[in-house]
């Protein structure tokens, strides 16, 4: 087993115990809400897989339209006011995640961009 690997299955259990304990009200709150609308889930390598997941489960649970895009498709085209952005980043480390939600804003304040981090 790979290193990398074996290091996150040693921290499967505490993995499982944050998230039973952590508060997803305000997630709770925003996929409500997304589901009124279309979706646009946006993301780039391995959030480019969980972008996929979010669009495939937002089309089946809410029977409203779903597309998938990477951060550059996403700001490259006009995104009409109904279509719920969603943009999935592993850690947020990288500056695309706040560079497309600028692009989509306007707004360059930490207010406007929603993380989920652990």
């Given at each position: 087993?790979?290193?990398?690997?074996?290091?996150?299955?040693?921290?499967?259990a505490?993995?499982?115990?944050?998230?039973?304990?952590?508060?997803?009200?305000?997630?709770?709150?925003?996929?409500?809400?997304?589901?009124l609308?279309?979706?646009?889930?946006?993301?780039?390598g391995?959030?480019?897989?969980?972008?996929?997941a979010?669009?495939?489960?937002h089309?089946r649970?809410?029977?409203?339209?779903?597309?998938?895009?990477?951060?550059?498709?996403?700001?490259?085209?006009?995104?009409?006011?109904?279509?719920?952005?969603?943009l999935?980043?592993?850690?947020?480390?990288?500056?695309?995640?706040?560079?497309?939600?600028?692009?989509?804003t306007?707004?360059?304040?930490?207010?406007?961009?929603?993380?989920?981090?652990?």
């Open positions: 087993m790979a290193k990398p690997y074996a290091a996150e299955m040693e921290k499967l505490e993995t499982f115990s944050w998230s039973a304990a952590v508060d997803i009200g305000q997630l709770r709150k925003a996929v409500r809400t997304a589901g609308s279309s979706l646009l889930a946006i993301g780039s391995g959030s480019l897989t969980a972008a996929h979010l669009a495939g489960l089309q649970f809410t029977g409203r339209i779903a597309a998938v895009a990477t951060p550059l498709d996403a700001v490259a085209y006009p995104l009409e006011a109904n279509v719920a952005p969603w999935l980043s592993a850690g947020a480390t990288s500056l695309w995640p706040r560079g497309t939600a600028v692009g989509f306007g707004y360059n304040e930490d207010k406007e961009i929603a993380r989920m981090l652990k």
